[in-house]
């Protein structure tokens, strides 16, 4: 096992925008005497000198936590702090403005914020949010051991069937985004970052633009519901073809691209008219049953007898046994979608009403696997929801081996979650658009750049965690619910 | 007393089960896909080696882990009762999974209360271990034919107030309570379980193990055991291990036996509604309560099946409109009772019953409103009468070539297959097969076959079918007699071939043809360019539809394709370096594979040995010789394998794939150039995903045919089943000269077929039994058609203006116009290439009279969003 893969470099990436939204603001008052000692006491770059003191990188600052305040260390106190109150309009519970800025933040320089924000959970009041790592003091842990010591691998065939085995670098890889729903610069941002971590990245339903062609090897092509772009080529392109059943975000309703994102570009992809709404069928209406699903296993294996098979599907009640059916049938990859995930085009309802919370999903999917005694045979992935590294290991201690992304790198991106992905031509931050102008608001390579440093920063936080719990692989994490405590059953 | 009140007295005398029986607030099934069922109603008792050809063709459909057949009508003499007692007593059996139990059930549950005139513990393999693949020990099943003893039925009678029924109908009603005692006590769900009743009816029974539905027959010793029906049931439940068979198909009402292909959605509320009425389930299958439900109706309420079928598969939407107020009104009062208990989600029932009061056998099968699982019916008439019913068409013909080995009566092919249309007013999407007596023989009766409404199913009337040993004596008369077929062959004319023996089918007896079937076989095996003449004429025996006269046309088709088959089966295989065209590989020699030498160009594969999917599939060995550059296929002898096509990607430009057989699922999904021509029914899933190339189908297709089709031509000759061209986009071109079930090109995307996109030709025709084209009913008889389409457009042949708005959702229809016959003329042109059916006096003659296109076809589009679609 190579442990000493070459990583990509972090490169610092700031914000493409002039003013990058912060949660404080320093304001500077005409008393200034210009005396840089700001300068001098800020840790973090927030003022800068040329010809005159300024306050530059508002965003930067920490406010409160700041071990040397400059506006305390102002001889004239010119400096004040406040909040910057577009910082508090952003997000949701769920994406708090907390974590939009630290995850900017990790896509900027690759590591997590070093104070000020709350990185780790959200406000949801639920889920994650309610679930804390247990982390011995640090002095008990093997914080010493050299990170190249840790491993975060994740093999994906553990099936030990006459398919290849695919070992990922990093324990989680992208999920399934369209052409169409997102750009196709914001499609080569992922692919070109899961190509650098040495992981995965899929391409949704909406084809399989040839753009992707240089980075086959880190592509999953999905075989979804609408069965848009999917083709005999494009399956035999790839090392990993996705079923998708159901999406947590929305089981029961099919894909939905709304008439205005569907330009002459996506259009030519889908083979579709022009203007006119896409719709995916709720199932497939060819896959009703397990042994149909099977069929349709083979069916992939028949066209490209060399992928791995995923099925996604999302979490009903009965999900424990979809996921032994779905082994049975001959899947590498079991992953499980819950109902945190989806981009604002998901219908609230949907999301927040229908699938079952992957934190219940996986550890009743994760047991039946164990008592089915075929649990070391597949690979479980989790997705829906997982905003942070802490989020990742906290479903890895709950039985998953690994995790999907998705709004996450959006907002490596600079998302905002304003929630209007599939209205007009989509996204004003040029992410989730179809529209050629609006899609030049981002450079392919600053974009790639952005996910490589938020997936480093991952990267090492989750290294970090398991060296506090001293393990030695991610592996060991698997299934530890010891390692877990849920703010509603502590222990008062 | 009202009738009412006596079916209320039933359900109240049931209360008492229920005494004691722990109540759950949520019932959870278990898990379990669809499932592979079969079955078929013979009008002769025959062997149960007949039910495992079948059983084992469907193994993709089950996992092994739960098989169960059902038997019914039989010859007293191999139980060992009289013919009486057979047909008067219950044939009780309960399958026991802890030895010592039977002492205590039988002092409780049955010497008290029944008079046994027989009992036994059936016999099976000593050990099962011998039997391959059986990991499970089955359950020792202990029989016994009893009546309910005079003075306990009469005290139950009077305790639960069930004085107005007939004797017969009280035991009935004594039996199944009794059972569900014995159950109820010996078998919990979630605790003990040492036995169970595994069936009770009246001259059949039930056996199910942990295994495959074959093992069944092995195990118990069932291969000369013989019955008018067999049914049989491949589980496919989710869960990996199982470790009785309680959960296994088929289950009992009372008289009946059921199978099930599917799985329900509201399993809960159907258990609510059968709750409100007494009954509760015990295994927690959708199984389970489907028989529950079908008992409920036929034998508590008393309906008639038609109503049976009706509260179980309602009649919907248009379907509902098209039926008589007189029908309508029944309809709606049915509905509006018992719609909680209508399972809703894919499922398809076979169900074997004992009409007992009719003195008459049924096999039946229904399918759910949707049609969302598969099932094909198949009858074949003649001296021997067979109805057949199962999820897929090769198990049909497994089934009728074990039959017609062992009895040469019986034919390879069956007459007519079909499709129910479930929940319709055409068909009601439900069949019947029934056995009823003969005064001739006691062991002969009479199938005949009925749709929901009772409409028969019939077969041409005075063609004599073709039996293999008087064929063959009949030749023998003939003396050697040639015929002159020698110029055909020397002018190359495989077109006057094919005229030729046509005309002998009018002129000859079987025996003539079987000779000159023969002569054309010694004919082809001289050189390639003859074979080349022999197999052409031949397939058009095959694919065509013409006049059979005084023959049977599945007799025309069963000897084609045995001398098909000898032919195929002459030429060499890959070893060695013989001169010729041809190579044949099969299952021995597949290792051989290599690339062509010499004048090599088509492999002609012998299927018949490889298994339907996976790594030594022969869809995969095609592939593999594709990529070593063979171009030209034959397969022959399929049985369902599926993948045909599959695999070879873009660049197959060129390649041709002939199939004869029965082709299996998934045929040409995906193909991107190549070209398939199917010499008989397909199954579902055909053209998937499909590219470019072309498919052409002498015959029907199945469900989801060309699902998300991007493009390429395609013909289908007879129907397609429901769901076709769902979400294809781009460019497929389609002619479906028959029609379809239901939801014809929902979500079609395919651009504008003016200007490069696709389209849907249907013509809404069907060959009578005299070969010639008659327009159907009507040409499209589903409630939806088109539905949230956005580009493409299906031009239907429609002179009498049958499709309406009403079936369109987001479509319109308009007028033809020039350039849209313009652009459907040469695909018709190609169609009547393919299929002999003319543009001219065909499509275009109405009633005798020819007709303007413009007038005979009508063109079903979207309608226009008002979208500005210029930038």
């Not at chain 2, 039996?175 to 009743?197: E, P």
């Not at chain 2, 007992?356 to 229904?366: A, D, K, P, S």
Request: net charge neutral.
């Amino acid at each position: 096992m190579n442990l000493n893969k070459e990583l990509p470099e972090v490169v610092i990436t700031p914000s493409r925008f002039k003013n990058p939204i912060g949660k404080y603001r320093l304001h500077r008052t005409n008393e200034c005497i210009e005396c840089g000692k700001c300068l001098e006491v800020c840790p973090y770059d927030v003022h800068f000198k040329i010809g005159r003191v300024r306050t530059k990188n508002h965003y930067r600052c920490v406010g409160p936590e700041c071990p040397n305040p400059c506006y305390e260390a102002c001889p004239v106190e010119a400096l004040s702090l406040k909040r910057n109150p577009t910082f508090d309009t952003m997000g949701d519970f769920r994406w708090t403005p907390d974590l939009l800025v630290s995850t900017w933040y990790m896509a900027e320089t690759g590591a997590v914020p070093p104070k000020g924000l709350e990185y780790r959970i959200g406000d949801s009041g639920g889920g994650f949010d309610r679930l804390r790592l247990i982390l011995p003091p640090p002095h008990r842990t093997k914080l010493a051991m050299p990170d190249e010591e840790v491993h975060v691998g994740l093999e994906l065939n553990r099936r030990n069937d006459s398919f290849p085995k695919i070992m990922i670098d990093v324990p989680f890889y992208g999920a399934g985004m369209s052409y169409g729903s997102v750009s196709i610069i914001t499609m080569l941002s992922r692919v070109r970052a899961a190509a650098a971590l040495g992981t995965f990245s899929c391409t949704g339903e909406g084809g399989y633009p040839d753009e992707l062609k240089p980075y086959d090897d880190h592509v999953i092509t999905q075989v979804a519901t609408g069965l848009f772009g999917v083709s005999e080529e494009t399956i035999q392109r790839v090392r990993i073809v996705e079923f998708k059943y159901a999406q947590g975000a929305k089981p029961g309703l099919g894909g939905h691209l709304l008439g205005d994102k569907v330009t002459p570009a996506v259009a030519r992809m889908r083979e579709a008219v022009v203007g006119y709404p896409l719709f995916s069928p709720f199932p497939f209406h060819s896959v009703y049953s397990v042994e149909d699903h099977k069929k349709h296993v083979d069916w992939i294996k028949a066209i490209n007898p060399n992928a791995l098979i995923s099925v996604k599907v999302s979490t009903p009640t009965d999900v424990d046994m979809v996921a032994i059916g779905s082994y049975y049938a001959g899947a590498h990859i079991i992953h499980l979608d819950g109902s945190y995930g989806g981009t604002g085009a998901a219908p609230d309802i949907a999301k927040k009403n229908i699938a079952m919370p992957i934190e219940y999903a996986v550890p009743i999917v994760h047991k039946s696997l164990q008592k089915e005694g075929v649990r070391d045979k597949i690979t479980l992935i989790a997705s829906g929801g997982i905003r942070t590294p802490h989020d990742a290991a906290k479903i890895i201690a709950l039985g998953a081996d690994g995790v999907c992304t998705g709004t996450a790198e959006l907002v490596a991106l600079e998302c905002i979650r304003c929630h209007n992905c599939e209205s007009g031509r989509g996204c004003a931050r040029g992410i989730a658009t179809t529209d050629p102008a609006l899609m030049r608001l981002i450079d392919l390579n600053w974009g790639t750049q952005r996910i490589i440093n938020l997936f480093m920063a991952w990267r090492k936080e989750l290294i970090r965690i398991l060296k506090r719990l001293g393990m030695k692989s991610i592996g060991e994490l698997v299934g530890r619910t010891d390692c877990l405590v849920h703010l509603d059953y502590m222990n008062k | 007393m009202k009738k009412h009140q006596i079916i209320q007295n039933i359900i109240g005398s049931r209360k008492l089960l229920s005494n004691n029986f722990p109540l759950r607030n949520y019932y959870k099934k278990e898990g379990e896909g669809g499932c592979g069922v079969t079955g078929f109603a013979s009008s002769i008792p025959v062997r149960g080696k007949h039910i495992f050809e079948p059983s084992r063709q469907m193994h993709n459909r089950g996992n092994g882990l739960g098989g169960g057949i059902a038997s019914m009508g039989f010859d007293p003499g191999m139980l060992g009762v009289s013919k009486d007692t057979l047909e008067d007593d219950y044939m009780l059996q309960i399958a026991v999974r802890e030895q010592g139990v039977m002492e205590d059930l039988e002092k409780r549950f049955i010497r008290p209360c029944f008079k046994i005139d027989f009992s036994e513990i059936i016999p099976h393999v000593e050990d099962f271990r011998d039997i391959p693949g059986l990991t499970i020990r089955p359950p020792d099943i202990w029989r016994y034919f009893v009546r309910v003893k005079p003075q306990v039925l009469k005290e139950f009678m009077e305790k639960s107030n069930l004085l107005q029924l007939t004797k017969r109908q009280a035991e009935d009603e004594f039996v199944f309570q009794n059972s569900f005692r014995i159950n109820k006590t010996y078998y919990d769900a979630y605790g003990s379980q040492s036995a169970f009743v595994i069936s009770h009816g009246r001259n059949f029974f039930i056996l199910k193990i942990v295994g495959y539905a074959e093992q069944v027959v092995q195990y118990y010793k069932l291969e000369n055991f013989k019955a008018h029906i067999w049914i049989a049931h491949q589980r496919y439940p989710t869960k990996g291990r199982v470790w009785h068979p309680a959960g296994a198909h088929p289950f009992i009402g009372l008289n009946e036996a059921l199978v099930h292909n599917g799985d329900f959605a509201n399993y809960h509320s159907v258990v609510e509604y059968l709750g409100q009425r007494n009954i509760y389930p015990l295994f927690l299958t959708d199984t389970e309560v489907s028989v529950l439900l079908f008992d409920l109706y036929s034998r508590t309420y008393g309906y008639p099946l038609e109503y049976v079928i009706e509260a179980l598969a309602p009649t919907m939407e248009r379907d509902f409109d098209q039926l008589s107020p007189e029908k309508q009104q029944i309809y709606r009062a049915i509905q509006t009772t018992h719609i909680h208990g209508s399972p809703d989600g894919p499922w398809f029932f076979i169900i074997a019953r004992n009409d007992t009061e009719n003195r008459r056998f049924q096999l039946i099968g229904i399918t759910d409103t949707s049609m969302l699982r598969p099932q094909v019916f198949a009858l074949h008439d003649g001296e021997v009468q067979v109805g057949l019913i199962c999820s897929e068409k090769q198990a049909i013909d497994a089934t009728l070539k074990s039959l017609a080995d062992e009895d040469s009566r019986i034919g390879t092919v069956a007459d007519r297959y079909w499709n129910a249309r479930g929940g319709s007013h055409t068909d009601g999407g439900a069949f019947i097969f029934n056995l009823d007596e003969t005064p001739s023989s006691p062991f002969e009766r009479k199938l005949t076959c009925v749709d929901k409404f009772g409409k028969p199913i019939t077969v041409p009337q005075g063609q004599a079918p073709y039996i293999p040993d008087s064929a063959q004596s009949m030749a023998e008369d003939r003396n050697g007699k040639r015929f002159d077929i020698s110029r055909f062959f020397n002018n190359q004319q495989s077109g006057l071939l094919y005229e030729y023996v046509k005309k002998g089918i009018k002129d000859w007896d079987y025996g003539a043809l079987l000779e000159c079937l023969g002569q054309i076989k010694s004919c082809a095996l001289k050189n390639n360019a003859n074979f080349e003449v022999s197999l052409t004429a031949l397939t058009k025996l095959l694919d065509l539809s013409y006049p059979t006269h005084d023959k049977k046309r599945r007799s025309i088709l069963q000897m084609t394709n045995e001398t098909l088959t000898s032919m195929f089966r002459h030429f060499p295989y890959l070893e060695g370096g013989k001169n010729g065209i041809y190579r044949l590989i099969d299952w021995e020699t597949r290792q051989l594979l290599r690339e062509p030498i010499k004048n090599e160009k088509v492999m002609i594969i012998d299927a018949s040995l490889f298994p339907p999917e996976g790594d030594n599939s022969d869809s995969r060995l095609m592939t593999e010789a594709f990529h070593r550059g063979w171009k030209r296929f034959i397969v022959f002898g399929l049985k369902g394998q599926r993948f045909h096509g599959c695999g070879l990607g873009p660049g197959s430009v060129g390649v041709r794939i002939d199939i004869y057989g029965s082709s299996g699922d998934y045929l040409g999904s995906g193909i991107d150039g190549l070209s398939i021509y199917v010499h008989g029914n397909t199954q579902d899933q055909v053209g998937q995903i499909m590219k470019s190339g072309k498919i052409i189908i002498y015959g029907d297709t199945g469900q989801t045919f060309l699902y998300g089709a991007k493009g390429g031509e395609v013909y289908v000759m007879g129907n397609a089943a429901g769901r076709p061209l769902i979400n294809a986009v781009g460019k497929p071109r389609v002619v479906i000269n028959g029609t379809c079930l239901d939801y014809l090109a929902e979500s079609f995307m395919a651009g504008d077929p003016l200007d490069g996109g696709g389209f849907v030709i249907l013509n809404g025709i069907e060959f009578d039994d005299y070969g010639q084209v008659q327009p159907q009913p009507v040409p499209y008889p589903g409630s939806n058609l088109f539905s949230l389409a956005s580009g493409g457009a299906i031009y239907i042949r429609d002179p009498f203006l049958h499709v309406d708005e009403e079936q369109l959702n987001g479509g319109e229809i308009v007028n033809l116009e020039d350039k849209d016959w313009k652009l459907i003329l040469p695909i018709l042109k190609e169609n009547e290439r393919l299929f002999g059916i003319s543009v001219e006096k065909d499509l275009l003659t109405v009633n005798g009279k020819r007709m303007s296109p413009l007038k005979t076809y009508r063109k079903v589009r979207p309608k226009q969003m008002g979208i500005d679609q210029s930038d």
